[in-house]
């Protein structure tokens, strides 16, 4: 059954303040790993899909990367607006189906 | 991207009564999925919404608790019927994009059941 840890559950970080959020997966044959952001009292915002090993993308202050176990949403220093829940999924080879991690919480503080 | 609409947005419902969600995409799209977001958790999928056909559920859904439509291309419905407080939830409609594998979701349907 496909997994996905997300870590840390939260962190808080001060405007201009470096961090990463991890997203470590089990699934046979990945298809796609996305990243959202949600805010409070609204659907999930659709940020990245990274396909494969070794690919990168870039957003504004956010760089998604992705190896074969994880994956990493950077977030360079970030603002206050950065504030949300950021969510990762995998969706495993011949289905449409995500498998969600319980998110991490980011709260950025001026 | 796709703009997804769903109506309500927030009820407040009676136990054991039934309510159905609307779901309205701007544009012609072949995968809608509906996904339950229950307080504290992470979104799990319900089911596929097939154009024409029945929908395909996941484990632990039932299409007698969780009857789905998608009379066409644009729009789908999600029916939580004889609801208890376990059904309070956001329900979430998803389609998928017509520009590579993104996946888009709607703003939610938050439930509240007493």
């Known amino acids: 059954e496909d997994q996905v840890t997300q870590s840390p559950e939260a962190l808080r970080l001060q405007e201009g303040e470096s961090s990463s959020l991890n997203c470590s997966y089990t699934?046979?044959?990945?298809?796609?790993l996305f990243w959202y952001r949600q805010d409070p009292g609204k659907g999930p915002e659709f940020l990245f899909t990274?396909?494969?090993a070794g690919e990168e993308k870039e957003k504004e202050r956010l760089k998604a990367t992705l190896t074969k176990k994880e994956s990493f949403l950077h977030i360079t220093a970030p603002k206050p607006e950065d504030s949300a829940t950021y969510l990762c999924?995998?969706?495993?080879?011949?289905?449409?189906?995500?498998?969600f991690g319980t998110g991490t919480q980011l709260k950025v503080e001026l | 991207s796709a703009v997804i609409s769903q109506k309500p947005s927030r009820d407040i419902c009676q136990r054991g009564t039934s309510l159905t969600i609307q779901c309205q995409v701007d544009?012609?799209?072949?995968?809608m999925f509906w996904y339950r977001q229950q307080p504290g958790q992470s979104l799990t999928l319900i089911a596929t919404?097939?154009?024409?056909?029945?929908?395909?559920?996941e484990s632990g859904f039932v299409i007698d608790k969780f009857p789905i439509s998608r009379p066409n291309l644009t729009f789908s419905t999600l029916t939580v019927s004889n609801m208890s407080p376990e059904d309070s939830s956001i329900y979430l409609c998803?389609?998928?994009?017509?520009?590579?594998?993104?996946?888009?979701f709607g703003e939610g349907s938050w439930l509240t059941v007493v």
């Open positions: 998803s389609v998928g994009g017509t520009q590579g594998n993104t996946i888009y």
């Open positions: 699934v046979s044959g990945l298809r796609g």
């Open positions: 990274l396909y494969s």
């Open positions: 999924a995998v969706q495993e080879g011949g289905g449409n189906k995500l498998t």
């Open positions: 544009s012609q799209v072949t995968m």
């Open positions: 919404a097939n154009q024409g056909s029945e929908a395909t559920y």
